[in-house]
């Protein structure tokens, strides 16, 4: 949320999406700057657990049926407890696709 911010990209936190039958709150739905189209971020923070994993999966379907593609309008990070997200990797993906 704070490099969002930082670079005045407009987002909601824990926004309702409907998709399908299903109402789901992405982390973040993230309206681009220029184009206005929108993007929804899923961070995956506890992939060392297995229910979790399989929650993953099971959210990352839903998204995909519905037309919505992880790397084009899905963003998708993930982290361990050996492995965490560092706010370097979150300003190179800001970059990559808002700036």
Known sequence: AHCLFMNQIPF???CALQLGQ???FPDFTIRHPRSGRFYYWEHFGMM???DYQLKTGNKLRLYITNGIVPTVQLITTYETLDRPLGPD???KIVKEYFL
Do not use: F, H, N
């Open 12 to 14: 909601r936190y824990e």
């Open 22 to 24: 299903k109402t789901i």
């Open 48 to 50: 060392d657990d297995w």
């Open 89 to 91: 990797v979150i300003e």
